[in-house]
């Protein structure tokens, strides 16, 4: 079962009953009531999230919905979250319609569904088509970034071996994007060797942002000038093709798109190309996250297109942090930056999770003050992910620095079909909580309401 979000004026109240009727024949929930809210959750963000989590987006067209500022700003976070839309249209003219925009164009589309004063059966026939056209369309992987806007709290530590578990333990088909220039997490997964040979064959993120690559050679006094623009269409196939397998022997298991260092010229493009590069990123990271479960990106501690990308674009966003202010004002830097820099709210979607613990007194309090009411205990900064850390405490390791070995060179690590005890026991006392970890993201990603505590567990 999946839910269905109803866009809808008040004006075409009366026809809900009949459209949720439809929508359980077909085996699926419409979510319709704007007034179910959480606590201190807004219209807004209630609305975003139950649009975030959707099956799909029903939108009743009508003369008063084309003018209703809601119907319109459901409708462009739909498209900006790529979901898919099927339109109602009600008595109307469809060579009539030329405003907003939105409605002209999915009064064209192949699901349009067409009534007048009443849903009758053909009008409730061809809903039901249109809602199981949607159902057997490939589902999108779930995207989720690390990013903590400061460094040395493990982002890409945490990363790779959640990413791991994920596939190990869980049976997910797992892909990391390293969006870090720095390329930690590309140096922790591959030999220079490799990472040198895929960045010189267009392998990399790079080709996200700029897919013009995998069409012609870029010549290598151009490597760092911006090329945003695309001279035709990339196949999906070549876009595929961009990430490496980590577990050869089990295609699409354990993936990996490395960084370059050729993307620091991303801090000096301009928004007028903020715009072109987020979107291209945009339709491919769609694509990619078609051939997999779950979508890892890392994140470098700073604001830029890269972050701006990895900020809007992930379903959840896991923060690593320690137990002290200073990791924790990372996390404020970083709802500033999304908020007041790349103009969109994340704060519904982070979720802080404790690293490095040593089990000390001092950690012990700050934890129990962060977790029960960061913004009253730590700082009214912090107030936007009030209820949502993580209970799971990754306790300090030395095992989690030392990713290099473990994924480069010991071919059992990759063996995804050995028993995750086998990695767990490596990791020592890290181990287990990694695998707890690995299936918390599964359960937030999942909108599991009971998979965040206020109560964490070392």
Known sequence: MGRIFVSYSHDDQGHINTIQQVVHEAGHHAWVD?????????????????IRDALCVLVIISE???GSKWVDDEIALAERLSKPIIPMVRGLDPATIKRPDWAARL??????????QAIGPKSQRALKEAIEWVARM???????????????????TLCALSGY?????????????DLDPQENLSDALLTGKALNELQETSRSALSLFEPVRLLQ???????????????GEVPPEDILSVPIDLAPTQPRRLGLIPSDLRMVKFFRAGRDLHGVYR?????????????????????????????????????????????????????????????LVFDHNIDRKVHPVFNFWRGRAAEKQYATRFT??????????????????????????????????????????????????????RLHNAGEPLRRLANEIIRITDGDPHAIQNTPVG
């Not at 009064?107 to 007048?116: G, I, R």
């Not at 490939?138 to 890409?156: C, D, E, M, Y």
Request: charged letters at 20%; aromatic letters at 6%.
């Open 138 to 156: 490939p589902r999108s992987g779930k995207i989720v970034s690390f990013v903590n806007f400061k460094g040395g709290v493990g982002k890409t």
């Open 165 to 177: 578990f994920l596939a190990a333990s869980e049976g997910k088909r797992v892909l990391f994007i």
């Open 217 to 231: 050679e870029i010549p290598t006094e151009q490597d760092f000038q911006l090329q945003p623009a695309l001279d």
């Open 372 to 425: 029960a009411n960061p913004g009253d205990a730590i700082s009214r900064d912090l107030a936007f992910v009030n209820g949502q850390t993580l209970r799971t405490i990754i306790p300090q390791s030395n095992h989690l620095v030392q990713l290099n070995p473990l994924f480069s060179r010991n071919a059992e690590f990759l063996d995804l079909s050995a028993p995750a005890s086998a990695l767990e026991e």
């Open 34 to 50: 704007k007034r179910e809210l959480i606590g201190g959750e807004s219209w807004e963000e209630r609305i975003e999230r139950e």
């Open 107 to 116: 009064c064209e589309t192949k699901q349009v569904v067409w009534f007048n």
């Open 279 to 339: 979107t291209n990123f945009q339709h491919n990271l769609r694509l990619l996250a078609t051939a997999y479960d779950m979508v890892l990106l890392d994140c470098g501690p700073s604001a830029s297109l890269l972050s701006h990308c990895a900020l809007q674009l992930a379903d959840r966003i896991v923060a690593p942090i320690r137990a002290d202010v200073s990791a924790t004002r990372g996390l404020v830097t970083m709802s500033r930056a999304a908020r």
């Open 64 to 66: 008063k919905s084309m």
